[in-house]
C-alpha cells in the first residue's frame, strides 16, 4: 500500500511539473512575440526598415547588398561594416540614397546611416 502511494506521489509530481513548463513555455514565446512587436514598432518610428543581407560571388554583382523586406528591392551598401557582412543577417537599416554610377547591375548604390542586428 505504501508503495502504491509512493507511485502516485511521483506521478502526480511529474504531471503537475510537466503542465507547468508547458506553461511557462507558451507564456515566454507569448512574452517574446510582445517584445518583438514593441522593438519593431520602437524602430520603425524612428525611421529604421527591415532588411536582410544578401551576399554574392557571381562575377558582375556586388558582394554583399541589403535586401529590403517591404518591397525586396536591393541596395548597394557602399560602408558596410566588416562585421555585418553575413550572409542572411536580418537588419535594422536607415540608409540615404546616392547620385553615383552603380557598382552593379541589380542595385542602387546607397549610404549607411545606422544599422543595427535584428531578431
Known amino acids: 500500500m505504501t508503495l502504491l502511494k509512493t507511485c502516485l506521489a511521483i506521478a502526480t509530481i511529474f504531471v503537475i511539473s510537466c503542465n507547468s513548463t508547458s506553461k511557462t513555455t507558451a507564456e515566454d514565446a507569448s512574452t517574446d512575440t510582445e517584445a518583438s512587436a514593441m522593438e519593431a514598432k520602437k524602430m520603425m518610428e524612428a525611421g529604421f526598415k527591415k532588411a536582410v543581407i544578401v551576399s554574392s560571388k557571381a562575377e558582375g554583382d556586388c558582394p554583399y547588398v541589403l535586401k529590403m523586406e ?6 548597394d551598401p557602399i560602408n558596410l561594416e566588416e562585421g555585418m557582412k553575413k550572409d542572411g ?22 549610404s549607411i546611416v545606422e544599422i543595427e542586428m535584428r531578431n
Open 70 to 75: 517591404e518591397n525586396n528591392n536591393l541596395l
Open 89 to 110: 543577417l536580418k537588419v535594422w537599416v536607415t540608409y540615404q540614397g546616392l547620385r553615383m554610377m552603380n557598382r552593379c547591375e541589380k542595385a542602387n548604390p546607397v
